[in-house]
T-cell receptor, first 113, second 119 residues
């Protein structure tokens, strides 16, 4: 079945540091890929998405590129802020049927001033 | 901005008791999902509805969990009897996407969740 593997956290960075959170996936067909973010005490929010190979999703300074050859969708940000502290989830939607969404385990990011 | 409404936000119950969660999706969203999120883990799909029909409940513990979406709008998730291991956040989400069609448009909007503690 479909699966998503994320790097385990927590990740602790100083403000203005460069962020990478790794995500790889296993899926049949041509899935769409997403990053969701969860702030403390809240539900998940869509951060960015990519629907086909080589697409780059971007939002709020975060970027991720859909790499079919390496089955990856790594999240990056050039300069993190304290307000970016949250849990980040990589997810995929399969391309057939009722489009089940599969999530990774989440990576907690803590940014310190 | 439209939101997915969930209630209650917090629920504390004793094991063997019954508990119910309610979700009101964004108007017009055909697909509704219930996820369980155990602390420190990613969301796990319990049940997915397309309108009023269940399209995936393969991970739903059917001996104690039930879900319904009678009119294809709001939904209720019930647990009876609750067990200690059911302590988790229960997340509801909805999306506009219907079955079939090109992939990639199925963006989920989540509610704030219902946190269950079973004592």
């Amino acid at each position: 079945g479909d699966s998503v593997t994320q790097m385990e956290g927590p990740v602790t960075l100083s403000e203005e540091a460069f962020l990478t959170i790794n995500c790889t996936y296993t899926a049949t067909g041509y899935p769409s890929l997403f990053w969701y973010v969860q702030y403390p005490g809240e539900g998940l929010q869509l951060l960015l998405k990519a629907t086909k190979a080589d697409d780059k999703g971007s939002n709020k300074g975060f970027e991720a590129t859909y790499r079919k050859e390496t089955t990856s969708f790594h999240l990056e940000k050039g300069s993190v802020q304290v307000s970016d502290s949250a849990v980040y989830f990589c997810a995929l939607v399969n391309s057939g049927g009722y489009q089940k969404v599969t999530f990774g385990i989440g990576t907690k990011l803590q940014v310190i001033p | 901005e439209a939101e997915v409404a969930q209630s209650p936000r917090y629920k504390i119950t004793e094991k063997s008791q019954a508990v119910a969660f309610w979700c009101d999706p964004i108007s017009g969203h055909a697909t509704l999902y219930w996820y369980r999120q155990i602390l420190g883990q990613g969301p796990e799909l319990l049940v997915q509805f397309q309108d009023e029909s269940v399209v995936d409940d393969s991970q739903l513990p059917k001996d104690r969990f039930s879900a319904e979406r009678l009119k294809g709008v709001d939904s209720t998730l019930k647990i009876q009897p609750a067990e200690l291991g059911d302590s988790a956040m229960y997340l509801c989400a909805s999306s506009r996407r219907s079955a079939g069609g090109p992939s990639g448009a199925n963006v989920l909007t989540f509610g704030a969740g219902s946190r269950l503690t079973v004592l």
